[in-house]
């Protein structure tokens, strides 16, 4: 199970944090991947990382640097910190699980979705 929490209303250039808590699987098996869906338009990847060598990914063309992932083991916690936020990040943002040993970081291979959390930026 993935419980994704930290979405709200933020104007333009603020900071918002997400947070993905795991339970039910081997946190240290698994690789934790944020999507988002924009109103509108498809699901996209945005960032993800291993909790098995701490090896992490950023869509280039969406993060543009603004964003941070980072996972405590010991919280079963994946975060994704977001700054410098855009109207164009306003979306639904999901945490999803795959297994580490064969990372993709493509919705293709995940195994568990949590629910997503709303995240809203004002002009």
């Given at each position: 199970?993935?419980?994704?929490?930290?979405g709200?209303l933020?104007?333009a250039?603020g900071?918002?944090?997400?947070?993905?808590?795991?339970s039910g699987?081997?946190f240290?098996d698994?690789?934790?991947?944020?999507?988002r869906?924009?109103p509108?338009?498809?699901?996209e990847g945005?960032s993800?990382i291993?909790?098995?060598?701490g090896?992490?990914y950023?869509?280039?063309?969406v993060?543009e640097?603004?964003f941070?992932?980072?996972?405590?083991?010991a919280?079963?916690t994946?975060t994704?910190?977001?700054?410098?936020?855009?109207p164009?990040?306003?979306?639904?943002?999901?945490?999803?699980a795959?297994?580490?040993?064969?990372?993709?970081?493509?919705?293709a291979?995940?195994?568990?979705?949590g629910?997503?959390?709303?995240?809203?930026?004002?002009?």
């Open positions: 199970q993935l419980q994704a929490s930290g709200g933020v104007q250039g900071s918002l944090r997400l947070s993905c808590v795991v699987f081997t240290d698994y690789a934790i991947s944020w999507f869906r924009a509108g338009k498809e699901r945005v993800c291993s909790n098995s060598d090896s992490t950023y869509r280039d063309s993060v640097g603004r941070t992932i980072s996972s405590d083991n919280k079963n994946v994704l910190q977001m700054k410098s936020l855009k164009e990040d306003t979306a639904v943002y999901y945490c999803a795959e297994r580490a040993s064969s990372m993709l970081c493509s919705d291979g995940m195994e568990y979705w629910k997503g959390t709303l995240v809203t930026v004002s002009s």
